[in-house]
């Protein structure tokens, strides 16, 4: 079974821009779909935005207009492009992907998450 490494995080003034990248590794078959979620503390682990290997998205109202997803099928890594962030947007962002993997002559599906990378927005 493979895994999902992620990088991009950091401590990033109010108004500026970070970019998160997520890698998926192992003998994939496909994966779908590919997503980013995030938990502040003391919160529940919410949705950030999701995207399908076609192409579609679905993003959290908190988030329309100033994050981008996106996702390189021949890479299996999927992004997220974060701007205008604003304070309320720290927290640790997790990677999310349903893979189906190759193994002995099938297949099976696993639902994966990152380690978790953490997000710090300053006002």
């Known amino acids: 079974q493979g895994q999902l490494v992620e990088s991009g995080g950091g401590l990033v003034q109010a108004g500026g821009s970070l970019r998160l990248s997520c890698a998926a590794s192992g003998n994939i078959f496909s994966i779908e779909p590919m997503g980013w979620y995030r938990q502040a503390p003391g919160k529940q682990r919410e949705l950030v935005a999701v995207?399908?290997?076609?192409?579609?998205?679905n993003y959290a109202d908190s988030v329309k207009g100033r994050f981008t997803i996106s996702r390189d099928n021949a890479k299996n890594t999927v992004y997220l492009q974060m701007n205008s962030l604003k304070p309320e947007d720290t927290a640790v962002y997790y990677c999310?992907?349903?893979?189906?993997?190759?193994?002995?002559?099938?297949?099976?599906?696993?639902?994966?998450w990152g380690q978790g990378t953490q997000v710090t927005v300053s006002s």
């Open positions: 995207i399908t290997s076609g192409g579609s998205t």
């Open positions: 999310k992907a349903d893979v189906r993997y190759y193994r002995g002559g099938g297949y099976y599906t696993s639902s994966n």
